[in-house]
């Protein structure tokens, strides 16, 4: 195995190492104080001491099993290696990713959902929450700028002649997938634009839950934490789920009913869910993968994820139609 970067960083804090190994993308660390991961920062020093507030409270007061970070014996956040760069050393734990194949690790990562937005909506405001970072870029103004993008990529695909296959998969599909984009713009333009915010995850999927023994899972990877209406981290995990299982009415519904158990939805939230599910953020992102790369020559992955986005349409409008005539129940 080749040399660990950042590893020279590891004496600057009062710990035993054991032995190391690479892993997410970092250096995994196991420690006589317990499981460690030891990763490279480049974000501003202002922004990790919000991310290391939030995941004290949740830590300290709250009990939740987060990675939250080491300091140094200095006392600071961040340990600095010879050539200058900088590094993070936070709580790690062992066990398997959710499996989104398991109804059963679904639901538990739902429900940890719903607790984490409850113990967030506790944490005091600080004045580290007023950066830009924290800032939430409102769904309309995303919607809006997304739909730009949708006329743009038209006008060029339109203008090309030999078309590939993944242009002739675009032509066929863009207008019932654009009708939707402009409508949810529309409707959330109708929305009070005085929605309560609270603290999110920011990017809560599979990835970021890892399902530990006894029952406990842990939360992490908190970078992307914001300010914003919460059931944005709802729907970000429903639709990877969703996906996977065809857009499944059944455990979408139990999905809802397990979040709203714990944490319950107000109607604003509701009406917000059904227009984050209703804009076409995945087929989106395809069409802005291929615009911005290398037309000539499309990856296959890409066409066949285009493909399965297209071949679930009818099953997800389906799920939406189901949304908009059960907002109440959960």
Known sequence: ???????ECLSQYDLEVISLRRGRGAVICETDQGLMLLKECVVSEPRIQ?????????KTAHGMYVD???????GGLLSQAADGSRYL?????GGNECDMRSSGDIMAGVRQLAILHQKMREIPPSPLWEQKSVEAVPALQRFEKHN???????SYVKGRRNKSDFELLLSGSFESFYRQALLAAEQMADLAPDAKTYLCHGDYNNHHILMGENRKIAVTEFGKAHLDIQIWDLYHFMRKALEKHNWSIRLG????EAYGRILPVSCLERQYLRLLFLYPE???KQLNYYYNSNKAWIPERNVEKLR????QQEARNQFIHFLQLNSSFF
């Open 1 to 7: 195995m080749g040399e660990l970067r950042g590893t």
């Open 50 to 58: 919000f991310e290391g507030e939030i995941l004290s409270c949740l």
């Open 68 to 74: 939250d970070y080491r300091k140094t014996s200095e």
């Open 89 to 93: 050393l936070k709580r790690w734990y």
């Open 148 to 154: 730009r993008e949708f006329r743009r990529i038209r």
């Open 253 to 256: 519904r139990e999905m809802l």
């Open 282 to 284: 995945k087929y989106w």
């Open 308 to 311: 399965v986005l297209i071949r």
